[in-house]
């Protein structure tokens, strides 16, 4: 539970942080990623706590030790309480986060969901503890904690892995959305105009950047083109660039 504080600390660091140094010149594109960052290093803080479990949880079934059930249950029970009130606690905020654009990757705030893939985490392995902890004390099953801690360990690196890859993908700029680069094409390529080059990118939850080149043979002013993508839900920073490229010139 003391790393998942931790994991907590990092998520609340990191929008103060965001906060501070919105409109420091120094960040180019502002500091919408550094949610994305500190849930990157969650995940991964997450990831290693599972195969920590996972380790001494082998390590039991071999070597088992004596379990003081009187005492581990109420532990258990007592952080499964904390574990769903900090869940409860969360829930709201994190499903206010997806309630207006679904699991989109443009608009899902990752830190958010690295704290609460944390809380949920420990919760579901208090459950799991506290199963094969009655499970043992009842029947004398020792080896039941053991492998309780493997099943969460695999649930858990399972939810690491997928945080890590959502995260990621925003960290290299992987495009978040591939329909919303069909829209700006869509609406770009109208009347001899042509895209030759599009780059489309995440900034932070609900704000995407794209750099347009455009080829056209009566070619119009950037504001124009910027006009045509006007509505398109994201869009918090648009560059065009145009160039001159006769309708008798093979298309590049």
């Not at 919408?32 to 195969?51: E, R, Y």
């Not at 705030?109 to 208090?126: I, K, P, Y």
């Not at 009842?138 to 360990?153: E, K, R, T």
């Amino acid at each position: 539970m003391s790393t998942h504080a931790g994991a907590l600390l990092i998520a609340a660091l990191a929008y103060t942080y965001a906060r501070r140094y919105a409109r420091d010149d120094r960040f180019a594109f502002g500091t919408g990623k550094l949610g994305d960052l500190a849930a990157f290093t969650s995940a991964i803080a997450l990831a290693m706590i599972a195969l920590l479990i996972g380790y001494e949880s082998v390590e039991r079934l071999f070597e088992p030790v004596p379990i003081a059930f009187d005492q581990a249950i109420p532990i258990a029970v007592a952080g499964l309480g904390v574990n769903l009130l900090s869940a409860y606690l969360l829930r709201d905020d994190y499903h206010h986060g997806h309630d207006h654009a679904g699991h989109a990757a443009v608009h899902t705030d990752h830190n958010l969901r690295a704290a609460f893939v944390h809380v949920l985490a420990d919760a579901a392995v208090s459950v799991l503890v506290i199963v094969g902890l009655i499970l043992g004390r009842q029947f004398g099953w020792v080896w039941m904690d053991p492998v309780m801690g493997l099943i969460a360990s695999v649930v858990i690196l399972n939810w690491s892995w997928t945080l890590i890859r959502s995260a990621g993908a925003i960290l290299i700029d992987v495009c978040p959305d591939p329909k919303m680069a069909r829209l700006i094409a869509a609406r770009i390529e109208q009347k001899g105009d042509r895209i030759s080059d599009l780059h489309l990118w995440r900034l932070g939850p609900g704000h995407l950047a794209a750099i347009i080149s455009i080829v056209s043979d009566d070619p119009r002013s950037p504001r124009q083109y910027k006009r045509r993508l006007a509505g398109l839900p994201g869009l918090s920073h648009v560059t065009v660039e145009v160039e001159h490229c006769p309708g008798d010139h093979p298309h590049q």
